[in-house]
């Protein structure tokens, strides 16, 4: 696999002195190369209280993982000929017709103007995040769209039971866009719409079309938006570093009000951009996919080129990334994973080629091509500060390769 084997060590390292400083209760850990495992570790607690060691077994919030999950459904779907990717979203959802864009806004009492959208949301502007669609929630989009948002009872779809997906786009469809689509890449709801369209297209909800198309095909015998009664012991705590320096278990609602508890609990609305929850090798087995070029131990669920295509950068030159969150220079973003790129792979010590992304409880993945490598860190934090976490395991992945 070369690996140098000592200096692989060194993720421990890393990992151990994050939980010493109180920074995460426990990680799993997986590196992968040309297929086989390399490194596969478990850290610290799943739980505090009870000091219930992590396994490698345990189930996690992926949250964004979701995204890539639901851009491989969409795909396939678009090689079965059910759309094209730069159709109006109105044509299978006419509620987003007629759009309008934040003018003006009044922070003290969240009132605002708007103007008409110069076009229509295209489906590329989903995958690619260019919809001008946000998110609900502070750190992740900026402050008149929280309370746009909030007034409207947009929600970010994790643990939510009051609503249907299409109810909650049809609401979605009534406030306005941040921007005009195509201007600039604002992370955010798109990929909820995408997979309300997912279930249009397929005729199936996304539990059933992604349990029978993707989970069973790729063998993740371990990833759910609810999670089975006899798992519900291995779902990992979430925790939150303190002010005073301690760390502690959220027992309290988080995003929306949701019980942390949530991928135990039914749900009536399937987040296509945040509802999942697995394993870490669960998600090794999706990544592979990709690396593969769409293909898993002789099962295709994609063609070659149609995995080129969602790796290749779709943002044209001159759309930039919204302010929040901050993304790294020369950002580019492909079909549902950020990308490194030649413009810039100075920046990380990923290949030229490599696909990427976060999840909100500080889940971390990167897939590099070229290395056919896979490095997975999955942690459960809450409105944590640490998120150069990501980059720090990226770097002592790949400072132990010898060639």
Do not use: C
């Amino acid at each position: 696999m070369k690996f140098d084997q000592n200096r692989l060590t060194r993720i421990d390292q890393f990992i151990n002195d994050h939980i010493t400083q109180n920074h995460i209760a426990g990680a799993n850990v997986l590196v992968m190369r040309n297929g086989e495992v390399a490194y596969n570790k478990s850290f610290g607690y799943a739980d505090l209280p009870t000091k219930r060691l992590t396994k490698s077994d345990d189930i996690f919030r992926i949250a964004s993982f979701t995204k890539a999950v639901t851009s491989l459904a969409a795909m396939m779907l678009w090689e079965e000929g059910k759309f094209l990717l730069d159709e109006p979203v109105s044509k299978y959802l006419p509620a987003f017709k007629d759009m309008a864009v934040v003018d003006t806004f009044n922070p003290e009492d969240s009132s605002y103007t708007t103007k008409p959208a110069n076009r229509e949301i295209t489906i590329r502007d989903l995958f690619r995040h260019t919809s001008g669609l946000a998110y609900p929630i502070p750190y992740l989009s900026e402050d008149k769209m929280v309370a746009i948002y909030s007034k409207a009872g947009i929600r970010l779809g994790m643990g939510t039971t009051e609503i249907t997906n299409l109810q909650h786009m049809e609401m979605l469809a009534k406030v306005p866009l941040l921007h005009q689509p195509g201007e600039h890449f604002t992370y955010g709801l798109s990929t909820d719409l995408l997979g309300y369209l997912v279930e249009t297209w397929s005729g199936q909800s996304l539990p059933d079309l992604y349990q029978q198309r993707i989970f069973q095909p790729l063998e993740m015998n371990d990833t759910y938006f609810t999670i089975p009664a006899g798992k519900h012991h291995r779902l990992v705590s979430i925790h939150q570093p303190m002010e005073d320096g301690g760390i502690a278990k959220v027992e309290y609602p988080i995003f929306d009000g949701a019980d942390p508890s949530y991928p135990n609990q039914p749900s009536t609305f399937f987040s296509g951009g945040a509802g999942l929850s697995g394993t870490i090798e669960d998600y090794a087995k999706f990544l592979t996919l990709f690396l593969n070029k769409g293909i898993y131990k002789d099962k295709r669920l994609l063609s070659p080129k149609t995995v080129a295509l969602m790796l290749s950068n779709q943002l044209p030159e001159g759309v930039t990334a919204s302010p929040v969150p901050q993304m790294t220079a020369d950002f580019a973003f492909g079909l549902g994973f950020a990308l490194e790129t030649d413009k810039n792979d100075y920046v990380l010590p990923l290949s030229s080629g490599s696909f990427s992304w976060d999840g909100a409880f500080h889940t971390h993945y990167f897939a590099d091509p070229k290395e056919q490598m896979i490095g997975i860190m999955l942690t459960q934090q809450y409105f944590s500060p640490y998120w150069s976490l990501r980059e720090t395991f990226q770097n002592v992945v790949y400072q132990a390769l010898v060639d």
